[in-house]
């Protein structure tokens, strides 16, 4: 049996995406090479703006939703068809790199566009979102857009939530200039008939067997919590090693517990970091009266993540009764996996054979907004290999070549699950 041929008119612009990704790269609340947008921060903001003129520019009509999800769209000849979708996220933890997120919402403007110059005209409508705050550095909490869009967040819940300094979601999302009722970002059943996030992988396996192309079938589940350790505080030269009550000592317990716990799990995908750890009052002269740590622990598997939890939190327990140090113990989220469907892994993997690209079933051990959107869709992700699989720091880079194969892999997927009306 031949191999069916791919339709050589859908070509990406690589030299013009990477133009865009570097000057969205530009949009950052840090010096170049590093790249910070927080949620709502100035340069998110900024962003933003150039998300939906990037949109426009790929010919693609805008809206937004009250959390500021950004959905640019092409209507296809049957518009009350569930729409085929892609899309990621701009924002970007401090010290970030310019990639994650971002060659998912360029690349699939650029996927878009191509299939446009291509004089595609598509059944289905093709739908590219730029989700809100897939990160989770303002509120402690990711992929806030997907979640209210796949309700797995309540409105209520999301209006509680407060930023480090007090801030409401509500007073930042008024500044950054939405409104709305947080209801109403919840989609309609059935919106979607499939979607498909094109990311970096963000960890070394293509790169390593040297393969352009991961087909995502598994979302290893996250979970955060946060703890507050209430000591004693006191002159650092008066107060006697006996008589302490060392909120930062407790809190080191408490990280060292997260790492054994994790490596004693019974699952190598299980992942546990600290990497929040704040003390009171932070003086060199002063012991610390209290801690504040983010716990992130992720697998793939629930029963090993529920293990691994409670270890922690019983270790954490006999530390705090050791050391006389009272301990508040939070969920921030706790998500199960997400399975990628069947179909569209099929899909993604057919269009590779034919475009001569290998590929790879693989799990995504970080997190996406595709982890919710796979509870109202068919989903699945087009991971690309980053440069020793760094990501969240200055140094994530992705191949010019890598980034057009999966444009132009997530255009070809995108035109198959929409149909097309005459034309190619
Ligand atoms: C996403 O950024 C994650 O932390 O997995
Ligand atoms: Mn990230
Ligand atoms: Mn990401």
Redesign the pocket.
Known sequence: MSTPKPDPRIAVDSAGLQRRIEELALISESPAPVVTRVLFSEADVRAREYVRRAAREAGLSVREDPIGNIFARWEGSEPALPAVGSGS?TDA?PNAGRY??VVGVLGAFEALAALKRAGFRPRRSLEVVMFTS???TRFGL??LGSRLMAGTISAARAQALRDRDGRTLDELRAAAGYSGPLESVRLPAGHYHSFIELHIE?GPVLEEKGIPIGIVEHIAG?SSYRMTLHGEGGHAGAVLMPARHDALLAGAEVALAVERAAKASGSPDTVGTVGIFRIEPGASNSVPFSAYLEI?L?DARLDTRAKALAEIRSSAALACARRGVRMDFEEINADPPAAGDPKTVETVEKVCSELGLRSLRMV?????DSLFMARVSPTTMIFIPCRNGW??RPEEFAAPGHIASGAEVLAHTMARLAGQTHGL
């Open positions: 996220h933890i994650d997120g897939e990160e989770p990711g992929c963000q996250p992130d992720r995504s051990r970080a997190y996406h990501s969240h």
